[in-house]
């Protein structure tokens, strides 16, 4: 018969999850092995897998939960940097959900109790249709692992029969029940928060990182057009130029023509055939003129259009045009911003002009206030010598703060 002892170490597995489904199982020993490099997993070289620690008990029901990353190298091997102690964490846990054997203890990234290592954790989904709780008891019902299921001893209780004592017993109970499941549905709902707050977090870093990008390939885009533009221009300055310049000889030959009279008339043929080559390749020149004039037109009228167009559908830009997404930034002094979409462009070329034009200040001003701000010391210095660094009240706001006062400690004030 197994120890409860046994039990315990022996029902410790790992859970990789992908998606809503649990794509690999194996019991602790095995990832183990993982980690000590000696076997691994061809299928997941370069990848960031999301992982589980599930311990149980021998009644089959889940005690504590790690949520863990892991990454494995090119050649399907853990990474040997990896070292999260999340056996140790499961035994600091927090209350979380009930999994069937009351609340189980819950590491993830929003609750940590370590947070050296937070960075490393993730989240659970609690949201109806893709929660993982019920995924992972769902797992451990099936027992895919085999664990052994170790049967409770039957214990004698003894049980009081007085009839008005029953019943007290009863209400107390089931009062007390009702406090645990309430103070268990609080728990879960203040997990769901926090694991909400956390994807909302990611989700605006991923949208802002995506609109940096989007907004640089359009710059590239805008500047690469530009520059075709400026080189067309170039080059038909310079046809133009050289027409002006066979219209001219075209002209001085009609004219030599017209002075010659008689004595040129034996060249007259071959002045004619020459005038008409002149012809022909000012009638070229003038042709690929227009052409040149037309593809600058169709250039000019492609910057526009880039410049103007409508974001596609489905994109962050699209999102942030409709409202959907909101682009948000912290700038001291001002707080958080709501970027309005036409208003994005200007905030990226000068994020730190953006916010001073927000305060009602220059640039030079707000710059002057944020090094107060950021480091309140004294900045009385002469010369060579370095500031005085006496530690001086914070002026919270930049509009209150005056330069050369309220940088300077009482023995550098300036003479009134």
Known sequence: MVSARQATDDYSAVFFIEGNEVARQMRASEFGAFLDGYVGLSDLAETDVKAVLVEVGGDLLVRSLVFFRIWFDEEGRADSSWNVPIEELARKGAKGPNMGGG??????RSLCPDPQYASELWDPDMTPGNNHFQLIRKAVKANALK???????????????????????????????????????????????????????DMLTEVQREHRLEIRALSNEIGDLEQKCERQSLNNEQLKQRLAERNQQYLTMQEQMASGGAVKERGDANVTAELVLLREQ???????????????????????????????????????????????????????????????ETYFSNPTAYAAERCGMNEPAYLQWLAHYENPVCQHGSGSDAPCGEPLLRVSQPAEFRPGVDDRCENHQPEK
């Open 103 to 108: 609340a189980i203890r819950l590491v993830c």
């Open 282 to 344: 000012l009638d070229r020149k003038q042709r690929e003129l227009e052409h040149r004039d037309e593809k600058l037109v169709a250039l000019e009228q492609e910057v526009h259009e880039l410049r103007h167009r409508e974001p596609m559908e489905n994109t962050v830009l699209r999102h942030l045009k409709t409202e959907l997404v909101f682009l948000v930034a912290y700038h001291p002094g001002v707080g958080h911003l709501t970027l309005p979409y036409d208003q994005i």
């Open 147 to 201: 664990f052994r299921l170790v049967e409770p001893e039957e214990e004698n209780i003894p049980v009081l029969r007085a009839g008005e004592q029953d019943s007290a017993l009863d209400d107390e109970s089931r009062t007390g029940a009702d406090r645990a499941r309430l103070a268990q549905l609080i728990r879960e709902q203040r997990l769901r928060i926090k694991t909400l707050q956390s994807v909302h977090r």
